[in-house]
């Protein structure tokens, strides 16, 4: 199966509620991004976390890395219907400094009215 | 989206026909990308570019011909297709192949018959 996996694969929401994604992966990482893609266009970076960082926010977002799980959480707060969109994770296990990410299926979230 | 522009939009093109996808950035990045995204699947990379250079070839079939004449255009020509390469093709850029954010395009939304 592939590096990142994304779970769960759909998740449907009220407003205001706040959404939690997570990716699991498989080898040992530098950093993991995550990306946003809205229905047909093209992904949109998030946020990224280094190996060495356990936590990060930006804005609503809240990114959790948890080396030894292999796995990382993306929690929206106060979700907004604008948030509605596929998110990705996406590691980065290159070597000799390359930028190699490899991305996950994506979580489908949908925030309703 | 003005900083990765990609045309055309959607293409529809028949097994035997010879077609182009382009993909202009314009945020001064050294490094670009080609991206497959098929339905239910994670967003496989294709080619990676350095200063005009091919840096990586994801074992992709000879039907897809990348092309990049500078930095800041790259071109992926297709012939000979299979209606399974029917997917949406990503561009994408960094400032450099060792830079951690990379900035996408809308993608072509390419139908093989």
């Known amino acids: 199966s592939q590096q990142g996996e994304e779970d769960p694969q759909a998740l449907s929401i009220q407003e205001g509620e706040n959404a939690t994604m997570n990716c699991s992966y498989k080898t040992s990482i530098n950093n993991l991004q995550w990306y946003r893609q809205n229905s047909g266009r093209g992904l949109v970076h998030l946020i990224l976390i280094r190996s060495n960082e356990r936590e990060k926010h930006s804005g609503r977002l809240r990114v959790t890395l948890d080396t030894s799980k292999k796995s990382s959480s993306l929690l929206i707060t106060a979700s907004r219907a604008a948030d509605t969109a596929s998110y990705f994770c996406a590691t980065d296990a290159g070597t000799g400094g390359g930028n190699k990410l490899t991305f996950g299926t994506g979580t489908q979230l949908k925030v309703e009215l | 989206e003005t900083g990765v522009t990609q045309t055309p939009r959607h293409l529809v093109m028949g097994m035997t026909n010879k077609k182009s996808l382009k993909c202009e950035q314009h945020l001064g990045h050294n490094a670009m990308y080609w991206y497959k995204q098929s339905a239910k699947k994670p967003l496989e990379l294709m080619f990676v570019?350095?200063?005009?250079?091919?840096?990586e070839n994801n074992s992709v079939p000879s039907r897809f011909s990348p092309e990049c004449p500078n930095s800041s255009h790259l071109f992926l020509h297709l012939h000979t297709l299979q209606p399974e390469d029917s997917a949406l093709y990503l561009c994408?850029?960094?400032?450099?192949?060792?830079?951690?954010?990379?900035?996408f395009g809308p993608g072509t939304r390419l139908t093989v018959l």
């Open positions: 994408a850029s960094s400032q450099e192949v060792r830079s951690n954010e990379q900035f």
């Open positions: 570019y350095s200063l005009e250079e091919r840096v």
